[in-house]
């Protein structure tokens, strides 16, 4: 049996650090195209004065998959010059609506683009947060749902997302 050179054994390693990179975001990738397809998400934030940060907010989202089952999820923000409100919610839709970033997209206002908020770069999707919270009418359209405000309060507010798209 011949022996390695340093040379080969680093060549080696290197070879499985990528093999594995590659394979954490195959699974990555497979894990997002096979989300369980929702239904519906309420969006209920709470806003909480901080004396450093200003107001944050909380939310907690119930989703209701088309399968009937249901979930939870919360999501938090702090800081200062960004859209919290957005962050957070984007945050839900990047849990749980992947999946259909990789579904060909809905024509919004008769435009071919993609609307803002949207990363819809080969294997990397997301929704973006920090963009304004009336960016998600436009994003929930083009994926093929609805995105209203239901109710705010001075330190409430909810809204909910619908899918338009018929049952799989």
């Known amino acids: 049996m011949k022996k390695l050179t340093p040379e080969q054994k680093e060549a080696r390693k290197e070879e499985r650090k ?4 590659a394979t954490k975001e195959a699974a990555r990738i497979e894990a997002e195209r096979t989300q369980k397809p929702v239904q519906r998400i309420i969006f209920s934030i709470e806003w909480k004065r901080s004396q450093t940060w200003g107001s944050n907010p909380t939310l907690t989202a119930q989703i209701k998959f088309k399968d009937g089952t249901h979930a939870e999820a919360t999501a938090r923000a702090s800081g200062c010059g960004y859209d ?15 999946y259909k970033l990789y579904l060909p997209l809905h024509k919004v206002n ?5 609307p803002y908020g949207i990363r819809n770069n ?6 973006s947060g920090g963009i304004g919270t009336e960016c998600y009418t436009d994003i929930a359209r083009a994926i093929g749902g609805e995105f209203r405000h239901i109710v705010s309060g001075k330190t409430y507010d909810s809204y909910v997302y619908d899918d338009a798209e018929p049952e799989l």
Not at 18 to 21: G, R
Not at 87 to 98: G, K, Q
């Open 122 to 127: 080969n294997d990397y999707r997301r929704f």
């Open 110 to 114: 008769g435009s071919e683009s993609v």
């Open 18 to 21: 990528v093999l594995k990179a």
């Open 84 to 98: 919290k409100e957005s962050t957070v919610i984007a945050e839900i839709f990047n849990r749980f609506l992947v």
